[in-house]
């Protein structure tokens, strides 16, 4: 008889079932493998969980913090974790001593409505306040989900999920959400080795939120169906080190700022943002590629991108606000590479490219041949018009002669003929006039000293040279010198002429002087008034000495205001001319002084009468200009 053996690989259930409801469960009479005698709440399952048991959590609100842990988890569709609680750390997830190395599988909702109330709950350095939360290295769980919603009390590193550290594997089905903070975070806080796969189906922040994805780590690569910003102020993205790889479907609201890292077909819409001084509101760094997107910038005469060297385009179709003059700008003299995108306008003066990046300006392509542009791009342009089919009616491959050449010189001439003083003169009168020239103007010459050619002299130079021909003519003009005075009272006691302190003018140079002095003196009692005079180093002839005396009172025979002017040739005193015993008399001398050798000079005072303090010298102003 023959025998038949059949196997079958049938897997058998291992461990219990644990029921959770929010509405008849009860911690003290809940049993194992009794639906109808469910838990209460989410954590007094996980304590009676063993290894091989899944927990099936019943449609209802949950008002717990509750890390995974090693549980395998199913939430049902209506199941919801809602943390409301004030306290530190996220609401769902791990924590330092909980890894979470089972599954969350399912429709549930982890929301955090609660108060964080320490901004930085790990070690100073950190924000993890959030709805779910990563921060254990020996993480590794994989995690669904319907929403994962960000709705904390206080922004204090709150928002919708933050990842550190571990191994997640994600798939959250409906929507990643935050009205407060990141809705997505991934950072570097405490560990910052965190592994990031999946799927996430949307990703939103309000308008009162800050960046609805935000990443400083390096191994992530998730898929993303939309990314929305409520708020075009900040940033959609915001990426700033590592190197992330984001597959997305349409990323629209805020700005984008990739600086590491990869965005991969995306629909990307930009508005104007106030983070970005530029006006433009995608970032490009030196490590960020975008890879088969198309970036639309919606405001008017904005544009695109701003790069730095490095940036790289593959497969992008670039589209510049309405109006804008370029499509691609920096701040600074940058290269960035491409294959295959194009560019709606043209790349800014600064910015060149290496690889292939098409300028289409959205006209028809017929008849045009494909030209290279100075800043690396190509378009396509009209082929040059008047291309040479025959040469003197011969056709095929044409020999050109010495004839051909001058009759082309001949046709030359006559299309474009040579200029006369007649056109010249025209185009001179026809110039739009110049009232004030400047020294970077020129105007044209005909050089003698070089066969007569077309040179240009500058303003400048015009100047220059009429002001050293002049100054052989005419005497420059001067400005006048101001004498300081700082000698305070000085008394003189003799006849003898002797030096006014703080009165010296130096000549530069030779030549006619206008000199003026004024001084203030008092008389003593015992004197009838002072001698002045000039003298120096400086050799000089007097031209013309004038001298007004004025005193305080009339005596001695004396008049208030006394004129004196005669010719003089050496440094010689006047004649006495204060009254005795009286103050605040003023002598005003005016010479004109020719100097035959440089020096200085000084005004002179003596006394009339040899006694103690004939006449003290109170005040001298004066002036000094050169005339000729």
């Not at 219990?16 to 008849?24: C, G, H, I, P, S």
């Not at 006006?279 to 904005?302: F, I, M, N, P, Y």
Request: glycine share 12%; with cysteine; aromatic share 8%.
């Amino acid at each position: 008889m023959a025998t038949l053996n059949i196997e079958i690989d049938v897997p058998i259930p291992v461990g219990n079932t644990l029921y959770v409801d929010a509405v008849y469960g009860n911690n003290t009479t809940a049993t194992p493998d009794r639906f109808d005698l469910p838990y209460l709440t989410l954590n007094a399952a996980k304590a009676a969980w063993l290894t091989g048991d899944e927990i099936i959590v019943r449609p209802g609100t949950y008002n717990e913090r509750l890390m995974f842990g090693p549980c395998n988890w199913h939430f049902e569709l209506g199941a919801v974790g809602d943390y409301t609680g004030v306290g530190t750390g996220n609401a769902f997830g791990d924590d330092f001593d909980n890894p979470a190395t089972g599954k969350v599988t399912g429709w549930g909702v982890f929301r955090h409505s609660g108060t964080p109330d320490n901004e930085n709950p790990i070690d100073g350095a950190g924000y993890y306040n959030g709805a779910v939360g990563w921060i254990n290295p020996d993480t590794d769980v994989y995690f669904e989900c319907l929403n994962v919603e960000g709705r904390q009390g206080a922004n204090l590193g709150a928002g919708g999920i933050c990842f550190d550290s571990g191994i997640i594997n994600l798939n959250i089905k409906g929507e990643l959400s935050s009205t407060i903070y990141d809705a997505f975070l991934a950072g570097a806080e405490h560990e910052g080795n965190a592994v990031v796969r999946g799927f996430i189906n949307r990703v939103y922040t309000s308008i009162a939120a800050d960046n609805a994805i935000e990443s400083t780590a390096n191994d992530i690569d998730v898929t993303i169906g939309e990314v929305v910003h409520g708020n075009t102020d900040v940033m959609s993205f915001n990426v700033q080190s590592g190197a992330p790889i984001f597959r997305v479907g349409k990323i629209s609201g805020g700005g984008v700022r990739l600086e590491n890292g990869k965005i991969i077909g995306a629909n990307i819409s930009l508005q104007d943002t106030s983070d970005d001084a530029d006006g433009e509101t995608l970032k490009l760094g030196v490590a960020a590629s975008l890879v088969d997107c198309q970036v639309t910038q919606t405001k008017a005469g904005v544009a695109v991108v701003t790069a730095v060297n490095g940036a790289d385009l593959t497969r992008c179709k670039i589209i510049a606000g309405a109006g804008a003059t370029e499509s691609i700008r920096s701040n600074g003299v940058v290269t960035i590479t491409s294959r295959g995108s194009t560019v709606s306008v043209p790349l800014g003066g600064s910015v060149t490219v290496e690889g292939e990046l098409f300028y289409d300006d959205g006209t028809d392509p017929s008849g045009k041949v494909a030209t290279g542009n100075t800043d690396g791009t190509w378009s396509w342009a009209a082929p040059s018009a008047g291309d040479v089919s025959t040469v003197a009616g011969r056709t095929g491959d044409v020999v050109i002669t010495a004839s051909d050449l001058a009759d082309f010189d001949t046709e030359a001439l006559a299309a474009a003929p040579a200029e006369t003083t007649t056109t010249t003169g025209a185009l001179i009168n026809g110039a739009t006039e110049k009232t004030t020239p400047v020294d970077a103007d020129f105007v044209g010459l005909m050089d003698s000293a070089a066969s007569n050619v077309l040179k240009k002299l500058s303003w400048a130079n015009i100047k220059a040279t009429l002001k050293a021909y002049f100054d052989t003519l005419y005497a420059p003009l001067s400005t006048a010198s101001f004498l300081t005075y700082t000698g305070g009272s000085q008394a003189y006691a003799v006849t003898t002429l002797a030096a006014i302190n703080s009165t010296t003018f130096t000549f530069p140079s030779t030549g006619l002087y206008h000199v003026q002095y004024a001084v203030t003196h008092d008389a003593n009692a015992t004197t009838t008034g002072g001698n002045f005079g000039v003298a120096g180093t400086a050799v000089f002839d007097y031209l013309n000495w004038t001298v007004v005396y004025r005193v305080d009172a009339a005596t001695a025979g004396r008049s208030v205001m006394t004129q004196v002017s005669f010719l003089s040739t050496g440094g010689v005193g006047l004649p006495a001319q204060s009254s005795a015993n009286t103050t605040n008399n003023r002598v005003s001398v005016d010479i004109w002084i020719n100097v035959t050798t440089v020096g200085n000079v000084s005004l002179l005072a003596a006394s009339e009468v040899a006694v103690a303090s004939g006449i003290t010298v109170t005040d001298v102003t004066g002036f000094m200009k050169k005339e000729g």
